[in-house]
């Protein structure tokens, strides 16, 4: 039980502590893939191989993760960059190199594979490691298309190999304690999720060479890449499904370029509206001309509001202030306000002054990427796929890709039922192409 | 240098401002709790304000009579 484990690891440790003891039992109930660390005490002396196809920015960002774990071995990259494998080789030196991934998924050496690598290569790598045997810690979004996600899925569980997606929030301290909040009621009826991703930059990586510009700008081009609703999108969508515990039925999006006419294909400016069929909607947003907001999940209940990102919730209703202070106020009030003079008739409803609570009690420390991967080497050791954690990378990555067939389309697309899967936690169930289409 | 006398009739006169400052303070507090339908315990909690807002009564209390007895001393002089 997580109650009970002995934490080897700081960060694990610090995240069941600032999670709460008596609130572990619950958690394992509701964000069931922790159970990834349940044997962390028998695994202790167990050492796992990992090898890491594309060790690029963010390869190298969860290598430095894995390098810090006892329990993992970084044995193998494969990339064709040099300085990419340069990168790699400062985090790792005694890594093999292969220039071809293919040669690393060989390797008998090898137990599990992150792949790193552009959008639209993930399907073939992640297939061929299933394939070679390997488990599989794969990048969000994990398919260019719908259809890839939903073989990619299959073959995971025909292959009864790990399936791990890059889904940090999952693993963060700050989402699971505010899901159980939002389970729990605390905020009320929960009617809106309002998600956005905003920026200001042109998402442009350096090139050394012009020729390498898709080859490194890869999420800058339609043939590799989503763009933002792949990149971004995917996290905070699955923190909409996440809340409500069940998945939109129709989706309508815009998207446009209307900042960065730099050659890109993608969009610099997306907006789609995810809509349940009880009423509820769950938007996102995502602009890289102007970085004025931010980054935010604004879940909204009747009762409060939760925004994950910055760690804080926030009431409808704020306990008043003492009656002695209220009363000095309206002296002040009384004293001071001026008589309008040719002004506004009527006041607009801005946002509450609300300073609200710290989820956690503190400013947030982690995104959950290194708990993440730690988890994964624990599965690795043992050999077991956390509960529900495939699926809701699944299930986030057809968001993200169904919202952008809308953007493209211009149409509102009902939910793709063929791709539906057998998830207990939003409800579906596998789509039977002879039963489900008999009138 | 004029040692400053402080009797004990003063002192007593000083206590019974701050004590009728803080009466008003409490009452003012009692009225604002049934004005704004507050818990009483707040006749506790906001004790703290309280006895803030005694020293700003005191002090109100105390500029006066200052300026009264110099306004006194400069008469008796001329």
Known sequence: ?439 | MKDIVFTARSQKRELLYLLISFVIAALLNLGAILYYDAPMSEMFTSFFYVLAFTLFLYALTLIPRLLYRLLRKERRKN
């Open chain 1, 1 to 439: 039980m997580l109650i009970t484990m002995k934490e080897t690891n700081l960060g694990r440790r610090e995240f069941l502590k600032t999670l709460g003891v008596a609130g572990a039992g619950i958690l394992a109930a509701t964000s069931p893939w922790l159970s990834a660390f349940s044997e962390v005490n028998h695994t202790a002396k167990d050492r796992c191989r990992i090898g890491v196809i594309g060790p690029g920015s963010r390869g190298q960002f969860l290598m430095g993760f894995l390098a810090q774990n006892p329990k993992a071995d970084i044995v193998a990259i494969a990339d064709i960059y040099q300085p990419s494998i340069d990168g790699a080789l400062k985090i790792a030196p005694k890594a093999k190199v292969y220039k071809d991934y293919r040669r690393l998924l060989a390797d008998p050496e090898v137990d599990g594979v992150i792949v790193a690598t552009p959008l639209n290569t993930h399907y073939g790598i992640v297939m061929d490691a299933f394939d070679a045997g390997k488990h599989v810690y794969c990048e969000k979004t994990i398919g260019y298309t719908m259809e890839e996600c939903f073989n990619m899925y299959n073959r995971h569980l025909s292959s009864g190999r790990l399936f791990f997606t890059g889904q940090q929030r999952l693993f963060d301290p700050r989402y699971i304690k505010v899901m159980d909040l939002v389970h729990q009621g605390t905020f009320g009826k929960i009617s809106a999720v309002n998600a956005y991703w905003n920026r200001n930059g042109d998402w442009r990586r350096e090139v050394p060479d012009p020729s390498l510009e898709k080859f490194i700008n890869w999420r800058l081009y339609g043939e590799s890449s989503r763009g933002l609703m792949s990149e971004l999108g995917c996290h905070q969508l699955q923190i909409g499904t996440w809340a409500f515990g069940k998945l939109p039925d129709r989706v309508m999006g815009h998207g446009g370029i209307t900042f960065w006419k730099d050659g890109r294909e993608v969009h610099d400016n997306v907006h789609c509206i995810y809509g349940y069929d009880t009423g509820e909607s769950l938007t996102y947003g995502s602009v890289i001309s102007n970085k004025f907001y931010g980054l935010e999940e604004k879940i909204m209940g009747n009762l409060g509001t939760v925004e994950p990102e910055s760690g804080k919730y926030y009431f409808e209703e704020v306990a008043p202030a003492p009656a002695f202070l209220q009363m000095i106020n309206s002296w002040e009030n009384k004293l001071f306000d001026e008589i309008p003079f040719a002004g506004t008739s009527w006041a607009p409803e801005t946002a509450n002054v609300n300073k609200g609570e710290l989820i956690l009690g503190e400013r947030p420390k982690t995104d959950g990427t290194s708990l993440l991967v730690d988890a994964f080497v624990e599965a690795v050791i043992t050999g077991k796929q956390p509960a529900r954690i495939a699926e809701e990378g699944y299930y986030a990555s057809l968001l993200c890709l169904w919202g952008h067939k809308a953007i493209e389309t211009g149409q509102i697309l009902p939910f793709p039922e063929e791709y539906k899967i057998d998830y207990a936690a939003y409800g579906t169930k596998k789509f039977n192409p002879v039963t489900d289409t008999q009138a």
